[in-house]
Structures are given as C-alpha cells and as structure tokens.
C-alpha cells in the first residue's frame, strides 16, 4: 500500500508493506538514529520518534498507520554538520558516552523544552521515561536541559559542568567536548551495523532447548537445500581448535574449554549450529529442518549443586596443560567420554573438572585462627549475589568480510587486539591476515570483553568469503552472553571491642556456568578488590569457581569487587553491630592509608604471584568524612507515614587501574604536514572518553587545541598493541602511552626544531597554539613548516612520536558511598532517598564525563541491588529474557537525592595523576543500601536482589 | 505475520469485518499490545480504530465518556478525568508508550497484569460496546465493565466504543506492587466505594494478580457492608482466601496473597480515614 506522510519537513511517499513498523520504513530511508535495542519489546525507547507532536515508538507503529502524519526523527535536530543547543549541551554535560540512545534523548528533551520552557526534575523525568540509559545513569540530563535552557536564553552556560582541577593545566581535568560527541549524538553513522554493506548475508544460530545434553549428530541435509541457505557450521565440520571467549592477557588465566561448537551443550541457549543465508528469512527456515539428536543429561545450577557428592559433570573432557602440566595427568584423564571434548589450561590454576572445579586459589597474610583467637567478637556470615546481565543497549553483533584475502572484522569489542588473535586462532590463520576495526561501542560493561560472535562470523565469512553480518537478539544477550558471576561469599570477621579487626576469612565461591572464561579472575576480585581496604595482620581467602549449567557468566564492570564488597562491607557493618559500636567508625579505624604496605597483594595476583606495593595516593579518608557530613551521618530521619522507616548505610570501595605487571599500552602520535596531529592509539574507547583522554594528553604537551589533534583507536591495521579497555586499564594504560607518545614527539620536534632553526635545543620551548619558540632570539616556528619542512624531500622524514607502558606500581582509586532509604515495614516496598558517591580517581581528567560514568555505574548497582534478576526455571530457562521482566532501573529509580563527588587526589603514576573512576563505582551500592536497610527496620539482606518480598520474609510478614 | 492493513470506516464495517476474518481479524488501536515482542494477539488483518472519532471525552449529564481511543496521555491531560483514573493511568510508567496506548487497548488485552481494570470496575466503569448481532444488525449497548469482564469470550468481537464513568464519585484508591516501575507487576489492587452522608457503601474490589487473573473480592465487599470486620485490618486475613496464586517472576503465591491482604485493609483503612476528614474524592 501506498502512505504519504512528511519525515523532518520533507515529503515522503512509500509503497510498504502491511506488517511494516514505522521505524523500518524510516530505516529503509536512511533515518539510521531510529535504532532498535530491545526487538520491538517497547521498553528501551532507542526507537522514539515525534509524531503528530506526541513521542512514539517507531516500532510499536505500523508504517500504515502513519500515513499523512508528520513525523520527526532525530535526524532533523542537526542541520549540515551543526547541532542544534540541546545536541550540544547533552555533550557538554557529560551524558553523551555510548550514546546508542542519545539520538532520542536529545529528540525527547527538544520536544520537551518546545513545550515546556521551564521543566522541573519531574516533567524531566517523565518524558525520558520510556528510554533506557544504561551509560550515565540519567543524572545529568537534568543537567543537559538546564544548559540548554541557559543558552537559549542568554546565549551561554551559567551553571558550572563539574568541578575543575589542576588550574595549570589547559586541557586536562577541564571540561571539553568529548572528541566522538557529535558523531553520537547526532545520530550519525557510528556503529557496527551503520557500516554493513547492502547485499550482506546474515547469519543465525540455532541454540541448545536443554541446559545438558549430548549431542548424537544434527542432521542438515534439508536445511542445506533451502535456497539462499550458504553453509551450516556445526561440532561435526568445525575446526577442532580450542579456546576461550575472554579476551584476556596472553596466556590467559582461564581454560579453553569450547570449541565454535562442542558435542555438549552445557546451557539453554549454547550453540548448536550456525545457518549462514543471503537472507534471514531463509536462514530461519532452513533453521527449522535441522534436527538435532540429543542425549539428554541432568543438569546443576548452583554452587551447592556442583559442589555435591556424585553431582553431574559439566565439563568432563580431556585435560591438557600448555605449562605445568601434574604428574598424574594421564589417570586423571582416563576413560573419557570424547564426546566431551577437551579442557586446556595454559597454566595450573588448581582446577578439577572432576568435581567441576573450574579454578580456584588461595592466599594468607598473617595468622587468621590467632586473630580470631583475639577477637571479642566473631561472626560468620553467608552472602548470594545473583545472576546479572550488562544490558549494553547495542547487543553484541558484528560484520565480517574479506578483503584482498584477509578477514576484516567490523566489531563492538573492548579487546581488538584479543579478539584478533581469538579470531585467527579459530580461523587457523596469522594475525597478518586479520583486520579487526572496532567501531564506537553502544555499551560494552565488560560483555564486550568475551568474544561471544565474532568467532563463529570470522569464522563464516572466512570459508564462505561471504560478507556476514550478525546481530543477538535481546533474549540471545541474555541467554548466551556474559553475565555476572553469581557467588557465595561468607566472611568470617573478628574484632576487638573498641572494632580494631583482628582476623579476616573469605570464602568465595563463584559460579562460573558452562564455561570457564574469567573464572579465575572475576571470582579474585571478590578478594583482591576489597581485602586491601583493611590494614588487619591476619587475612586469608579462598576462591573456588564451579562449573553449572546456568547461562554464561564473564566480565562484568567490577569484576568480582562488587560482591565482595558486598559481603566485606555488610560483614563489618554486622559485626559493628554487634560491638554496639558505630559501623563508620569501625571502617575508620581499620582503613588503609597512604604508605600502609598491602602485604596481602603477594597472595592476590592473578594466577601468579602479585607485587606487594604501598597504598599510594588515596582518598578514602576523604571520601568517608565528606560523605559522613553531606548524609548527615549519625542522625535518625523519620517520615510522616509510620509505615515508612528511614536508615542510613556506607560502604567504602576500591577497585585498581588496570593490571600492572599484565597490561600493556601502546600508541603513536605523528606530525602532519600541516603541523596538526594524528595519534594511534591501540586503546579501544567504550564510549567512555579515552579517546577524550589520549586527545587532551597530546594537547597538553605539544600546546595545541584539541581541534587539531585527530585519533584512530583500536583498529588493528593501523594502530599498535593495547590488551583492551578492561579492569579500568583505559585511563592508566591506554592514556599513559598517549602520554608517553606525545612526550617522545615534543623530544622529536624539538629536536628537528633545532636544526632547522640553527638554534641548541635548550633554548627552544613549546608553546599554544602549536609553535616552536626560542627563549634566546624570540623566533618562531610553526609546526606546520616544522613538518613542512622536514617532509620536502630534503628534510629529514615525517615526526612520529612513540610511547609503549607498562609498570608495576599500582594507582588505586578510592571511595565511599552512601545510602539513605526509606523502608515500608508493612509492603516492605524500599525507596532510595539520597545517594552520595565520592571517589578519588586522581586527577579526573575528563570531570564531566567521570561524574556521569559514576552516576550510571552507581544507578546500575542500584538496579543489581534492588530489581534485576536473571531467573531460570528448574530446567534452566531463563524466565527474564527481556528488559520488562529483568527490570532494569529507569528515571522512576533514580534516588531522589544523586550526588557523585570526585575527591581530589594527585596520583604520583597516573597520567597526570589520573586513576580510573568508573569500575570502582559499582562496589558501593550494594552493602550500602543494605546497611542503610538494616538501619532502618534492622534486618539484614543477605541476598541479592533486596525485593521487598525479602524484606516482609525477614521481617517474619510472611514465610 | 500481518498480511493486510486497513483503516475502519464505520463501527459497522468493522465489524461486520471481524465476523469474517474468524479470529485472525482483529482492531488495532495505539498497537502497543498487538505490535509489542511477545505479543497476546495473533492476526493476520489489522482494521485501525484511527478514523472513528472514539478520542473524546466527554461529560455527558453526571456521567463522563470516555472514547476507547483515548490514550492514557490524553486522559493524564484532561481536567475531566478523575484522579483515581490518572492514578491508575500513571502505573504505565513509560510516557512514550503512555502517548500510545488506548483505554479501550487496555480493556481488551485483559492481561493479569492490568494497568487500569482493577480502577475501573471498582469505579464500577460501563462499557460503550458495538455489537452486530444474529439478524446482521449493528446495535451499541452499554454493560457494565463487570460483566464484559465475567463474558470475556462472548465479546472477542466487539467494538469497544467508549467507557463510562458516574460522575457523582466514589472513593476509589489503587495500588500497583512492582519490584521497579516498569517491571509486571505481582498485584494490582483496587478498592472502591461510593459516599453518601459521610458513609461508605456499594463496595467494590478488584485485583489484578499475575498469573492468576482478574479476581473480584466479593466476600470481602459483602463483608465490609455487612460490618463484619470491626477495623480494616480485620480484612486482611480473609481477603484472599479464595484466590488460587501462583509463584512466578513477580513474586511468591504467599508474596502475592499477603500484600494483596495487606493492601485491601490498608485501602479500606484509607477510604474510612479520608471520609472521615471530608477528603477530596
Ligand atoms: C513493554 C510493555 C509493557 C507493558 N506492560 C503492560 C502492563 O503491565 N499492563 C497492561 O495492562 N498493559 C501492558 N502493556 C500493554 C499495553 O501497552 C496496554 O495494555 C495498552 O493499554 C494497550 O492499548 P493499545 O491501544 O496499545 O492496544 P492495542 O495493542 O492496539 O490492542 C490491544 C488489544 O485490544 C484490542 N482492541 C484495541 N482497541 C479495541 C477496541 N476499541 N475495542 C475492542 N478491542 C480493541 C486489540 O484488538 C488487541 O487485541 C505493555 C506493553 C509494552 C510494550
Ligand atoms: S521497541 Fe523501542 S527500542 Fe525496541
């Protein structure tokens, strides 16, 4: 049928389809920023468009019932490359990161102020109430109106972006625009799928319906003869190549443990098959006659399951070691079952698939029975966190094709340089013939450091050399991605009783699911991340991860650290309790400071042994104080309603700045011709700024504005190595290289400055705007002749500066949060009144953005604590494949009172005293809120989500 | 899979469509139900209620109409909607799907999720239905929400034209219990009664319980009328008792019948108090 209808002020006339949703006939039409992230379920808003004056979902309209209408799309907010105020002033606040719904936003929000040129918080609120923001956790799109609202009227900002810090500075710990801003707000094309070619063929998989099973063969023959269909992949033609989704440090401290597809299926939802076809269509139909011959086995799911005598086996394979192997390797793999395939650990990590121990460790500073033994008091206490999904609003998805015979890779990844070797690993193919581009990031959160698609898409396109591209669904993201780890962590705690801590145990353990990907170090964190808080003598931990049937788990933004600091932090505050002592005051006297030798680091290295380092720079002193005041620490609030009880809870959180002694950073940064600069940076932006970072480190050296330095990152081809943006590494590693390049260069054009001015070096200086000065004679030299001159063919070649970074010393970011809320003791309904982050991240180098990403990782710990749950049935369904029945936070659970705070804190490592900020902030939430529950109808959730069906059960309202 | 689209003339027409499509024919208003991932309804024709002038509100005497077209935006910006219904229309927490979704969508999906049945039918909410019956004639009726709710099936194929709503007001509270917002909701539980001379009487009290249904608390109504419970909380342990629940995502069997209990003494408790202070209804 033919519709007429006017999209951003220009006719349209279409011949569609009568099942066709409005926002695939804008698509059709190149309005790219009307995406989708939720496969029409209606929730996540990425799909908002204006029509008649009302925001809608595209996708919840069909085309037909559009006809005559006038319909805006975020397109016409930005006209020939210039935004409009409110495009502008959402960068400016910050909230512009991984921006997959900021086209939306920023169309909402313009709505919003045409009719409504004075909103409140509410009316806010409410028209980004049905969009999800995972990213930056809504806070500063207050912030974004009010700018904009400020600029419309005057004709600039009034009110202060973020606080400011280091006023010597120009660049760093300013507020500047976010270099990929534009791009990303305005909708423009950015992402995997805005690069994939026309005529691509796509790519489905066909998943396991069992949580445990063997497979007897798949039978493909009639799928194969559905036209389109190109190939199937399956465990019977795939390569025989072990290895591991995480994109980790190599030699990985995690098993290979899977093939691209395994005999075993060891969840529901794991791969079975791979239909390649010219279209979906075809793909799905040819999906449906594959049959597929199971053995059906029984299935675990939890820790208590596969810890259990005779418990099903879930990986039972053949164990090999590339180092180490033990002696009794050979009875320990007798009488296998080859339909097990096999388990390969680059190095020991004391595993025993036997009793599907996947990996565990061990580690003791003093002597904890002796600290117990002096305790006054002594508790030991069991916490659960549950099964959590990162949501990254852009699912994983990539698109692959062949070029002059190598593979090129179009992928949403945190670890290009991982995933290239994981890539040509599976491929059988050097990484010369590999080209991995990584493309703006709608949303990583560590999901995006596993390897969950590109393996088995390379792998296609790589026998088919057919372009491919490939998309999860959202119930795929949850089903088969990387989730959190759910785990078990008891705390035995003792203290004296004026609260000095004098015997800490923790025993971890995690359930890693079917595959063993950051096993080790996920479940460490829980330890590593935490323990080092306390400067008790006696401490001692033991991690064992366990092999399950559940969905995968992986990393997830903090890594273990929030549920260890879960049960760390709840411990001492139960444990204050019982001294009758103030929990703050407890966690003042027994907090690190700067100098304070972290011994227990020895024992908490990554499957080797760590380095012990001193507390450096640290604010956690700081953080506890000021938060104290802002909350109003000590004092009782009560409501009107008695129904409702108010508490207050803190916690205080660490996490690290990348993996010293693992990672490894390097960069690039060339002079152009015209005296502006190009950086190569391996570091892999997330949406999170680093490419902001790299940018103004450069700036800041050479004295240029950011507009004339340009980068390219996490492109394999064309910048060098970095292990990927993961452990909070970007800021530290990535940056410190950038830093170390543009230094190498200032060295380098100082140097060619010299000889081309006749002049000793030590009388020439860099200065704004990018111009050789001599102190001696006042002469001038600008970069663009500098380089002009240097490339004339007699000049002495291009200027390229290099940096590489790697160190031992640890920069670790501190903090506290605080929670107040309210507790109904009849609905047991939890509201989060106020909620204070401060954190010492060194020297925040990007303020606004830093504020933002504590505000979303601090909003999704909230959302882990109270509401999102993945729920499986007895067979191992996930009954929560989507964000409705998930429960994601939206702007309804924003806290009424959000503040994040940056404590100022120079780092001696750092690059210019920068830390990392946003991991850190998902440590808090939990035992704070937890502990502010306590305070306030005195129970304590020992498990993760606190619903207020919890609350009535330990209140004894029902059973 | 939709195969055909087409916008609807006349009630008649569409109707009359209806009757032959067998079940694969089926309304469309503002889609967010039929076009939503997972959706409850199977059709393979849309008709689109977009051209039947069903969006007014209207007073109409001491009774208020409300078009099914109508969308809950709409009835949040009308100044003649009573606030018990824009108390109800808010537990839809997304403002985009708000400025989409219909009342009379919202009737017909029927979920046990429900954002406004329990509201409406303790308002004691009719039904503006268009109907063709056996001789192939076109015939609106109106019927009380109660009892196109008891006949459910019987009205797979009528043409909801609009909802009614008795002015002289009663006192009607709702309460959604969902673990954030926009997540389904265990119970939705609503309690109405009318006023007269400072007293409360005609009681009626409707839930919404997932997986369970829409359930009427009829005993509990008889009961509050016939004074049966001295204090409101007295309601509580009796409320559920004849509700078979059932554990799901949202909740426990005991979760869902304790705070439905709970809450049907706590609304009672309410409705007394803001009687007595001569509250605005
Ligand atoms: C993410 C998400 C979550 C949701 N959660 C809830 C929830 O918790 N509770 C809830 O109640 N709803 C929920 N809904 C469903 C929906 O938004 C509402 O029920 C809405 O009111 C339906 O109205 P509509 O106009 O969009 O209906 P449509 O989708 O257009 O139609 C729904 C049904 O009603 C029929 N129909 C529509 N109009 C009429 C009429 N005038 N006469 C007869 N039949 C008619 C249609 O044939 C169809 O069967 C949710 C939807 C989404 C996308
Ligand atoms: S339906 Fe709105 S983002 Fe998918």
């Given at each position: 049928?033919?519709?007429?209808?006017?999209?951003?002020?220009?006719?349209?006339?279409?011949?569609?389809?009568?099942?066709?949703?409005?926002?695939?006939?804008?698509?059709s039409?190149?309005?790219?920023?009307?995406?989708?992230?939720d496969?029409?379920e209606?929730?996540?808003?990425?799909?908002?468009?204006i029509?008649?004056?009302?925001p809608?979902?595209?996708?919840?309209?069909?085309?037909?019932?559009?006809?005559?209408?006038?319909?805006?799309?975020?397109?016409?907010?930005?006209?020939?490359?210039?935004?409009?105020?409110?495009?502008q002033?959402?960068?400016?606040?910050?909230?512009?990161?991984?921006?997959?719904n900021?086209?939306?936003?920023?169309?909402?929000?313009?709505?919003?102020l045409?009719?409504n040129s004075?909103?409140?918080?509410?009316?806010?609120?409410?028209?980004?109430?049905?969009?999800?923001?995972?990213?930056?956790?809504?806070?500063?799109?207050?912030?974004?109106?009010k700018?904009a609202?400020?600029?419309?009227?005057t004709?600039h900002?009034?009110?202060?972006?973020?606080?400011?810090?280091?006023?010597?500075l120009?660049?760093?710990g300013?507020?500047?625009?976010k270099?990929?801003?534009?791009?990303?707000?305005?909708?423009?094309k950015?992402?995997v799928?805005?690069?994939?070619?026309?005529g691509?063929?796509?790519?489905?998989?066909?998943?396991?319906p069992?949580?445990?099973a063997?497979?007897n063969s798949?039978?493909?023959?009639q799928?194969?003869?559905?036209?389109?269909?190109?190939?199937?992949?399956?465990a019977?033609?795939?390569?025989?190549?072990?290895?591991?989704?995480?994109?980790?440090?190599?030699?990985?401290?995690?098993?290979?443990d899977?093939?691209?597809?395994?005999?075993?299926?060891?969840?529901?939802?794991?791969r079975?098959a791979?239909?390649v076809?010219?279209?979906?269509?075809?793909a799905?139909k040819?999906k449906?006659?594959?049959t597929v011959?199971?053995?059906?086995?029984?299935?675990i799911?939890?820790?208590?399951?596969?810890?259990?005598?005779d418990a099903?086996?879930?990986?039972?394979?053949?164990?090999?070691?590339l180092?180490g192997?033990?002696d009794d390797?050979?009875?320990?793999?007798?009488?296998?079952d080859?339909?097990?395939?096999?388990?390969?650990?680059?190095?020991?990590?004391?595993?025993d698939?036997?009793h599907?121990?996947?990996?565990?460790?061990?580690?003791a500073?003093?002597?904890?029975?002796?600290?117990?033994?002096?305790?006054?008091?002594l508790?030991e206490?069991t916490?659960?966190?549950s099964?959590i999904?990162?949501?990254p609003l852009?699912?994983?998805?990539?698109?692959?094709?062949?070029?002059?015979?190598?593979?090129?890779?179009?992928?949403?990844?945190?670890?290009?340089?991982?995933?290239?070797?994981?890539v040509?690993?599976?491929?059988?193919?050097?990484?010369?013939?590999?080209?991995?581009?990584k493309?703006?990031?709608?949303?990583g959160?560590?999901?995006?450091?596993d390897i969950?698609?590109?393996?088995?898409?390379?792998?296609?396109?790589?026998?088919?050399?057919e372009?491919?591209y490939?998309?999860?669904?959202?119930?795929?993201?949850?089903?088969?991605?990387?989730?959190?780890?759910p785990?078990?962590?008891t705390?035995?705690?003792?203290a004296?009783?004026d609260?000095?801590i004098?015997?800490?145990?923790?025993?971890?353990?995690?359930?890693t699911?079917?595959?063993?990907?950051?096993?080790?170090?996920?479940?460490?964190?829980?330890?590593?991340?935490?323990?080092?808080l306390?400067?008790?003598?006696?401490?001692?931990?033991?991690?064992?991860?366990?092999?399950?049937?559940?969905?995968?788990?992986?990393?997830y933004?903090?890594?273990?650290?929030?549920?260890?600091?879960?049960?760390?932090?709840?411990?001492?505050n139960?444990?204050?309790?019982q001294l009758?002592?103030?929990?703050?005051?407890?966690?003042?006297?027994?907090?690190?400071?700067?100098?304070f030798?972290l011994?227990?680091?020895?024992?908490?290295?990554?499957g080797?042994e760590?380095?012990?380092v001193?507390?450096g720079?640290?604010g956690?002193?700081?953080a506890?104080?000021?938060?104290?005041?802002?909350?109003?620490?000590g004092?009782?609030?009560r409501m009107?309603?008695?129904?409702?009880?108010?508490?207050?809870?803190f916690?205080?959180i660490?996490?690290?700045?990348?993996?010293?002694?693992?990672?490894?950073?390097?960069?690039?940064?060339?002079?152009?011709?015209?005296?502006t600069?190009?950086?190569?940076?391996?570091?892999?932006?997330?949406?999170?700024?680093?490419?902001t970072?790299?940018?103004?480190?450069v700036?800041e050296?050479?004295?240029?504005?950011?507009?004339?330095?340009?980068?390219?990152?996490?492109?394999?081809d064309?910048?060098l190595?970095d292990?990927?943006a993961?452990a909070?590494?970007?800021?530290?590693?990535?940056?410190?290289?950038s830093l170390?390049a543009?230094?190498?260069?200032?060295e380098?054009?100082l140097?060619?400055?010299?000889?081309?001015?006749?002049?000793?070096?030590?009388?020439?200086?860099?200065?704004a705007p990018?111009?050789?000065?001599?102190?001696?004679?006042?002469?001038?030299?600008t970069?663009?002749?500098?380089s002009?001159?240097?490339?004339?063919?007699v000049g002495?070649?291009?200027?390229v500066?290099?940096?590489?970074?790697?160190?031992?010393?640890?920069?670790?970011p501190?903090?506290a949060?605080?929670?107040?809320?309210a507790?109904?003791?009849?609905?047991g309904?939890?509201?989060?009144?106020?909620?204070?982050?401060?954190?010492?991240?060194?020297?925040?180098?990007n303020?606004?953005?830093a504020l933002?990403?504590?505000?979303?990782?601090?909003?999704k710990?909230?959302?882990?604590?109270?509401?999102?749950?993945?729920?499986?049935?007895e067979n191992g369904?996930?009954?929560?494949?989507d964000?409705?029945t998930?429960?994601?936070?939206m702007?309804?659970?924003?806290?009424?009172?959000?503040?994040?705070?940056?404590?100022?804190?120079?780092?001696?490592?750092?690059?210019?005293?920068?830390?990392?900020?946003?991991?850190?902030?998902?440590n808090?939430?939990?035992?704070?809120?937890?502990?502010?529950i306590?305070?306030?109808?005195?129970v304590?959730?020992?498990?993760?989500?606190?619903?207020p069906?919890?609350?009535?059960?330990?209140?004894?309202?029902?059973? | 899979?939709?195969?055909?689209?087409?916008?609807?003339?006349?009630?008649?027409q569409?109707?009359q469509?209806?009757?032959?499509?067998?079940?694969?024919?089926?309304?469309i208003?503002?889609?967010?139900?039929i076009?939503?991932?997972?959706?409850?309804v199977?059709a393979?024709h849309?008709?689109?209620?977009?051209?039947?002038?069903?969006?007014?509100?209207?007073?109409?005497?001491?009774?208020i109409?409300?078009?099914?077209?109508?969308?809950?935006?709409?009835?949040?910006?009308?100044?003649t909607?009573?606030?018990?219904?824009?108390?109800?229309v808010?537990?839809?927490?997304?403002?985009?799907?708000?400025?989409?979704?219909?009342?009379g969508g919202?009737?017909?999906?029927?979920r046990?999720?429900?954002y406004?049945?329990?509201?409406?039918?303790?308002?004691?909410?009719?039904?503006?239905?268009?109907?063709?019956?056996?001789?192939?004639?076109?015939?609106e009726e109106?019927?009380p929400?109660r009892?196109?709710?008891?006949?459910r099936?019987?009205?797979?194929?009528?043409?909801?034209l609009?909802v009614i709503?008795?002015?002289?007001?009663?006192?009607?509270?709702?309460?959604?219990?969902?673990?954030?917002?926009?997540?389904?909701?265990?119970?939705?539980?609503?309690?109405?009664?009318?006023v007269e001379?400072?007293?409360?009487?005609?009681?009626?009290?409707f839930?919404?319980?997932?997986?369970?249904g829409?359930?009427?608390?009829?005993?509990?109504e008889?009961?509050?009328a016939?004074?049966?419970?001295?204090?409101?909380?007295?309601?509580?342990?009796s409320a559920?008792?004849?509700?078979?629940?059932?554990?799901?995502?949202t909740?426990?069997?005991s979760?869902?019948r304790?705070?439905?209990?709970?809450?049907?003494a706590?609304?009672?408790?309410?409705?007394l108090?803001?009687?007595?202070?001569?509250?605005?209804?």
């Amino acid at each position: 049928m033919i519709i007429h209808l006017t999209v951003d002020n220009k006719e349209l006339q279409a011949d569609i389809l009568s099942g066709e949703t409005l926002r695939d006939l804008l698509v059709s039409h190149g309005y790219i920023s009307v995406r989708d992230s939720d496969d029409k379920e209606g929730f996540a808003g990425s799909d908002t468009v204006i029509l008649n004056d009302r925001p809608v979902y595209a996708n919840l309209m069909l085309a037909a019932m559009a006809d005559n209408a006038v319909v805006r799309t975020p397109h016409s907010l930005s006209d020939k490359g210039s935004l409009s105020i409110m495009q502008q002033a959402m960068i400016d606040s910050g909230v512009v990161q991984s921006a997959y719904n900021a086209p939306a936003a920023a169309l909402l929000l313009t709505w919003l102020l045409e009719h409504n040129s004075d909103p409140t918080r509410e009316d806010i609120k409410e028209v980004l109430s049905g969009i999800f923001i995972r990213d930056t956790g809504y806070e500063h799109y207050f912030l974004a109106v009010k700018l904009a609202q400020e600029k419309m009227e005057t004709g600039h900002y009034i009110t202060p972006i973020a606080p400011e810090f280091r006023e010597h500075l120009d660049y760093i710990g300013k507020v500047k625009p976010k270099v990929d801003g534009r791009q990303l707000v305005a909708g423009w094309k950015s992402f995997v799928e805005d690069r994939v070619e026309p005529g691509a063929s796509t790519l489905i998989l066909l998943r396991s319906p069992h949580a445990h099973a063997y497979i007897n063969s798949i039978d493909i023959e009639q799928a194969l003869k559905v036209p389109g269909v190109i190939t199937i992949i399956t465990a019977f033609n795939c390569p025989d190549v072990y290895y591991m989704s995480a994109g980790q440090g190599n030699p990985e401290p995690s098993p290979y443990d899977r093939r691209l597809f395994n005999r075993k299926v060891r969840h529901v939802g794991d791969r079975v098959a791979a239909i390649v076809a010219k279209t979906e269509e075809q793909a799905l139909k040819a999906k449906e006659l594959i049959t597929v011959d199971y053995e059906i086995l029984p299935a675990i799911f939890t820790v208590e399951e596969a810890m259990a005598e005779d418990a099903p086996i879930v990986q039972n394979g053949k164990v090999e070691f590339l180092s180490g192997a033990p002696d009794d390797l050979e009875s320990y793999n007798s009488d296998i079952d080859e339909r097990e395939g096999k388990v390969i650990y680059p190095f020991p990590l004391h595993a025993d698939i036997r009793h599907n121990v996947a990996a565990a460790a061990h580690g003791a500073i003093g002597d904890v029975e002796k600290g117990f033994e002096q305790a006054d008091a002594l508790i030991e206490r069991t916490y659960q966190s549950s099964q959590i999904q990162c949501t990254p609003l852009e699912p994983h998805l990539v698109f692959t094709k062949m070029d002059n015979d190598r593979l090129v890779v179009h992928a949403s990844t945190q670890v290009p340089f991982h995933l290239r070797r994981i890539v040509a690993k599976v491929c059988q193919i050097p990484e010369n013939k590999v080209h991995i581009i990584k493309e703006k990031v709608g949303g990583g959160y560590g999901s995006k450091q596993d390897i969950l698609v590109e393996d088995v898409v390379a792998y296609a396109t790589y026998i088919t050399r057919e372009p491919i591209y490939y998309r999860n669904t959202r119930e795929e993201e949850f089903i088969a991605n990387s989730t959190r780890h759910p785990m078990r962590v008891t705390v035995k705690m003792g203290a004296k009783k004026d609260g000095t801590i004098t015997g800490v145990y923790m025993d971890v353990r995690a359930n890693t699911g079917p595959y063993g990907n950051h096993c080790l170090t996920v479940p460490m964190n829980a330890c590593s991340k935490t323990l080092p808080l306390l400067t008790c003598p006696n401490m001692k931990f033991d991690v064992t991860t366990y092999y399950t049937n559940i969905p995968p788990t992986g990393a997830y933004q903090g890594y273990g650290a929030p549920k260890g600091s879960y049960a760390l932090m709840t411990a001492l505050n139960e444990l204050a309790d019982q001294l009758c002592i103030d929990p703050l005051e407890m966690a003042m006297k027994n907090k690190v400071d700067r100098g304070f030798m972290l011994e227990i680091l020895k024992s908490l290295g990554e499957g080797r042994e760590g380095t012990v380092v001193p507390v450096g720079s640290c604010g956690l002193d700081k953080a506890l104080k000021e938060g104290a005041k802002m909350i109003n620490w000590g004092v009782k609030e009560r409501m009107d309603d008695p129904e409702w009880h108010v508490g207050k809870g803190f916690a205080m959180i660490q996490q690290g700045s990348g993996l010293p002694g693992l990672d490894h950073s390097t960069c690039d940064v060339v002079l152009n011709t015209d005296g502006t600069i190009m950086i190569h940076s391996g570091g892999s932006d997330l949406g999170t700024g680093l490419d902001t970072i790299s940018v103004k480190c450069v700036s800041e050296v050479l004295k240029i504005p950011m507009d004339k330095v340009a980068i390219i990152s996490g492109d394999t081809d064309t910048t060098l190595f970095d292990t990927g943006a993961y452990a909070s590494s970007g800021t530290y590693f990535s940056a410190n290289a950038s830093l170390k390049a543009a230094n190498d260069l200032k060295e380098k054009i100082l140097n060619e400055a010299s000889l081309q001015m006749e002049e000793p070096k030590e009388d020439l200086s860099i200065e704004a705007p990018g111009v050789v000065v001599s102190v001696k004679t006042g002469k001038e030299l600008t970069f663009a002749t500098l380089s002009h001159d240097a490339l004339t063919g007699v000049g002495r070649g291009q200027l390229v500066g290099y940096g590489s970074f790697v160190t031992n010393d640890a920069a670790i970011p501190y903090g506290a949060h605080f929670a107040q809320v309210a507790v109904n003791i009849r609905t047991g309904e939890i509201k989060v009144q106020k909620y204070y982050g401060l954190q010492d991240a060194g020297t925040p180098i990007n303020p606004e953005l830093a504020l933002c990403q504590m505000y979303g990782a601090s909003l999704k710990s909230i959302g882990h604590s109270l509401y999102e749950d993945m729920i499986l049935d007895e067979n191992g369904v996930c009954l929560t494949p989507d964000f409705t029945t998930y429960g994601v936070p939206m702007t309804s659970e924003l806290p009424d009172d959000f503040k994040m705070v940056l404590i100022d804190e120079d780092d001696e490592f750092g690059p210019y005293g920068a830390k990392s900020i946003s991991e850190i902030a998902t440590n808090g939430a939990a035992p704070a809120i937890a502990n502010a529950i306590h305070d306030a109808v005195g129970v304590w959730m020992r498990s993760w989500p606190f619903t207020p069906e919890k609350i009535l059960k330990e209140l004894g309202k029902i059973s | 899979m939709i195969g055909k689209f087409t916008k609807g003339e006349s009630p008649k027409q569409i109707l009359q469509e209806v009757q032959k499509g067998k079940g694969l024919t089926r309304l469309i208003a503002g889609g967010t139900e039929i076009n939503r991932l997972g959706s409850s309804v199977a059709a393979d024709h849309l008709i689109s209620l977009q051209n039947l002038s069903l969006n007014e509100i209207r007073k109409e005497g001491s009774l208020i109409s409300i078009g099914a077209m109508v969308t809950f935006t709409e009835m949040l910006e009308s100044d003649t909607i009573p606030a018990y219904l824009k108390e109800a229309v808010r537990f839809c927490g997304s403002f985009t799907r708000r400025n989409m979704a219909t009342i009379g969508g919202n009737i017909a999906a029927d979920r046990d999720d429900s954002y406004l049945m329990p509201t409406l039918l303790s308002a004691k909410a009719r039904v503006l239905l268009g109907d063709i019956s056996i001789d192939g004639k076109y015939n609106e009726e109106d019927i009380p929400l109660r009892e196109y709710l008891e006949f459910r099936d019987h009205f797979n194929d009528s043409l909801i034209l609009a909802v009614i709503l008795n002015r002289p007001q009663r006192v009607v509270l709702s309460k959604r219990f969902a673990r954030s917002v926009q997540s389904n909701a265990a119970v939705t539980v609503s309690f109405g009664a009318s006023v007269e001379d400072g007293t409360l009487s005609d009681f009626r009290i409707f839930a919404a319980v997932k997986g369970t249904g829409i359930v009427r608390l009829s005993h509990i109504e008889e009961g509050i009328a016939n004074r049966q419970f001295v204090e409101p909380e007295d309601v509580a342990p009796s409320a559920t008792q004849n509700i078979a629940f059932v554990d799901d995502i949202t909740g426990s069997s005991s979760y869902k019948r304790y705070i439905l209990g709970s809450s049907v003494a706590d609304l009672y408790k309410q409705s007394l108090s803001i009687v007595e202070n001569g509250g605005d209804l």
